[in-house]
């Protein structure tokens, strides 16, 4: 999720890639990452899906990188799921120690990603 967010924020992406989609991915942008600089490329929808309750993304740095996608102009949308932690579409994610330590699977945040993301790539790649 993190790498795809980078790529796509960093504006070098070939033109052959038209999607970028991020499950539970940090939402950070890495330190290295130029801010004010931002290569927009227009051609590349973003799709992120991110757990309501993943405890490794902070409200503050949700925010921040909402802000960030908008004022530099992506197509890009964020799907979140209420009460849903991180790695939701891991189902091995299923133990006590996973959930206590912010993981868990959600199958219907899961099912439900995976099914917008078919949609996504069916309507970018029959252009």
Request: aromatic share 12%; glycine share 6%.
């Amino acid at each position: 999720g993190m790498v795809t967010l980078d790529a796509a924020r960093s504006g070098r992406m070939s033109p052959e890639l038209r999607t970028a989609v991020s499950f539970h991915g940090i939402l950070d942008a890495p330190s290295t990452y130029d801010k004010e600089n931002v290569q927009v490329t227009n051609y590349v929808k973003v799709k992120v899906f991110h757990g309501g309750a993943d405890p490794f993304i902070p409200p503050e740095n949700k925010n921040a990188f909402i802000n960030q996608m908008n004022r530099h102009g992506f197509d890009w949308e964020l799907i979140e799921f209420d009460n849903v932690k991180h790695a939701f579409t891991r189902p091995e994610k299923i133990f006590e120690s996973d959930f206590e330590a912010g993981f868990g699977y959600d199958e219907t945040a899961a099912e439900s990603s995976w099914h917008e993301t078919l949609m996504l790539l069916k309507k970018t790649l029959d252009r």
